[in-house]
């Protein structure tokens, strides 16, 4: 008899000198080989919902939280470069004729380790584009009455307008949700507050903020790329942390309101590579070429001329031979620009020759960039 055979004899054999019939042996058997199938069945059921749930996490995090109304593009940060967030509070998101209640500007500086938080008095006299000049606080409902009609990017645009820097993000939200948020976390949305979540003994309140945060923000920042400029400003050290408050008294003074705005949105980076830049004027619309290049001032941008071309541009490019800098990454992400061309690529009779032997780099502003700047 073979050896596995009389093995299963003698089992059969002792079982059944304990009193155990074949019947029962039987059952124990089968009701054995059904709680192996069941523990395999569960498993798999625990693998499949693990696979799910890590899916609707990645699309969770990936998935930008609700926009408000208007145009304003998706925005993501990689960690590294410069980032300017706008944020705003409304009285009433439902209401396109709110009042802005406060703005500030956040400003993540991962190369100096640094953030800069400039608070501007809505109460401030500001030059809207088509409505002359309005305090500060009537920014969103003029965006309802502009082509827009209540747009992001016309809030956008006209703040990049009056302050001369780049804005990569917003996130906007109302009274009611200050509160729900204050209420999650169970203090006033103080900066010192929201630190105080490092703890661990304050991350059961995190979950709560999430659901908040997901009910009541507007932004165009995906759930990642929110905390991570969170992360990012609650590490910071104290010491590199500065607070700008643009008075009336530093408007009415315009050089010194550009020498704080350099200070303090300097690209150190795009300031280091020192690449010249020649800003040309592609459009109809006057005094772009220097909007334009306030704004890469501002960011430590080398500007040597400025110009206008012969022929309209629909869509803005960047010219050079300098297609990997970080200049050109962080002008193309400012400005939404996709196309780049090589010096050599033009005739000699083009009349961007003249302007291609001073620069380094040229920007020409289409009419892309008229409509947001």
């Not at 009701?31 to 192996?36: A, I, Q, Y």
């Not at 996490?57 to 304003?72: M, T």
């Not at 643009?246 to 200070?263: A, G, Q």
């Amino acid at each position: 008899m073979p050896k596995r055979t009389q093995h299963k004899s003698k089992r059969i054999s002792k079982l059944r000198q304990k009193n155990h019939s074949w019947k029962i042996f039987q059952i124990n058997k089968q009701f054995k080989r059904k709680l192996r199938n069941l523990g395999l069945a569960f498993s798999v059921l625990v693998a499949t919902a693990v696979v799910f749930g890590a899916i609707a996490v990645y699309r969770y995090l990936e998935n930008p939280l609700v926009s408000a109304s208007g145009a304003y593009p998706a925005s993501s940060w990689d960690g590294q470069a410069k980032f300017n967030l706008m944020l705003l509070t409304i009285e009433d998101e439902n209401n396109p004729l709110s009042p802005l209640l406060e703005f500030s500007v956040l400003s993540l500086d991962p190369q100096n380790r640094s953030l800069t938080v400039m608070t501007v008095p809505t109460t401030v006299v500001v030059d809207f584009p088509n409505y002359g000049r309005e305090k500060l606080a009537s920014v969103y409902a003029l965006a309802a009455l502009s082509r827009e009609k209540q747009s992001l990017a016309y809030v956008q645009k006209s703040l990049a307008n009056f302050l001369g820097i780049p804005f990569d993000g917003y996130v906007l939200m109302d009274r009611a949700g200050s509160r729900e948020l204050e209420n999650a976390l169970g203090s006033p949305l103080t900066f010192d507050n929201l630190k105080q979540l490092l703890s661990p003994l304050s991350w059961p309140k995190i979950p709560a903020l999430a659901v908040a945060a997901r009910s009541y923000l507007r932004t165009n920042l995906a759930v990642r790329d929110l905390a991570e400029v969170a992360q990012y400003s609650l590490q910071v050290r104290f010491d590199k942390i500065q607070n700008v408050v643009i008075t009336p008294e530093l408007l009415v003074d315009r050089n010194n309101l550009e020498t704080v705005l350099e200070k303090y949105f300097v690209d150190a980076r795009v300031y280091e590579e020192g690449i010249k830049i020649v800003i040309l004027n592609g459009t109809s619309s006057p005094g772009l070429a220097g909007r334009v290049g306030r704004l890469i001032e501002h960011i430590g941008g080398n500007i040597i001329d400025l110009g206008n071309t012969t022929n309209y541009f629909e869509q803005s490019l960047l010219i050079g031979k300098n297609s990997g800098s970080y200049t050109v990454e962080r002008l193309s992400t400012i400005f939404n620009i996709r196309q780049f061309r090589d010096p050599a690529s033009f005739s000699e009779d083009d009349p961007l020759q003249i302007y291609l032997q001073r620069g380094d780099l040229i920007l020409v502003a289409g009419l892309d960039i008229s409509g947001s700047l």
